[in-house]
């Protein structure tokens, strides 16, 4: 089995009710329905069918009605899981990126997949905001994104490797 194989193979896509701690109350736009809401990890030629680009070995997407909402890609290089990517999808991602807390939920289940024994995964890793081309750049929103996600998984910057890293070897 090869590596995006395996890491596929350990994500459970969630459907419905999993997204309810993830919903934000009182959104802009009305409340979104959970039941609507799904995630998929994609690997290989799945991923062509993304409406983002992306980048990685695999793809972890939120979809609402079907339709791409949000996308974190991953490179998973034993004994480290790479974040290379964390993207809300344009005009028909709107609902997920305006309704809900997307980044969180994609941190939570990296972590998950990161600490499955199976996973091999010791250290979960991320280019820091100052070293990922371009997002200085970005609007304010996403490297407020970017923060976010490196809070919620408790990473720390390694100055030696200039990396966020989580050490997740139990």
Do not use: C, H
Request: hydrophobic share 40%; proline share 6%.
């Amino acid at each position: 089995m090869t590596m995006p194989e395996t890491l596929k193979g350990l994500y459970v896509p969630k459907r419905g009710e999993p997204f309810v701690p993830y919903l934000i109350p009182n959104a802009r736009l009305r409340q979104i329905d959970p039941n609507k809401l799904s995630s998929a990890m994609l690997i290989g030629v799945e991923r062509d069918r993304l409406t983002v680009p992306s980048t990685g070995d695999v793809s972890l997407v939120v979809r609402y009605k079907e339709r791409d909402g949000a996308i974190s890609s991953l490179t998973l290089s034993r004994p480290d899981l790479r974040v290379d990517q964390l993207q809300g999808a344009k005009q028909e991602g709107y609902r997920v990126t305006s309704s809900m807390w997307w980044v969180l939920f994609f941190a939570d289940e990296i972590l998950g997949i990161a600490r499955n024994s199976q996973s091999g995964v010791e250290r979960l890793v991320m280019p820091p905001i100052f070293a990922i081309q371009g997002l200085l750049d970005a609007t304010e929103g996403a490297i407020v994104r970017y923060q976010e996600f490196a809070a919620r998984l408790e990473m720390r910057l390694s100055l030696e490797e200039m990396l966020l890293v989580r050490d997740v070897k139990s």
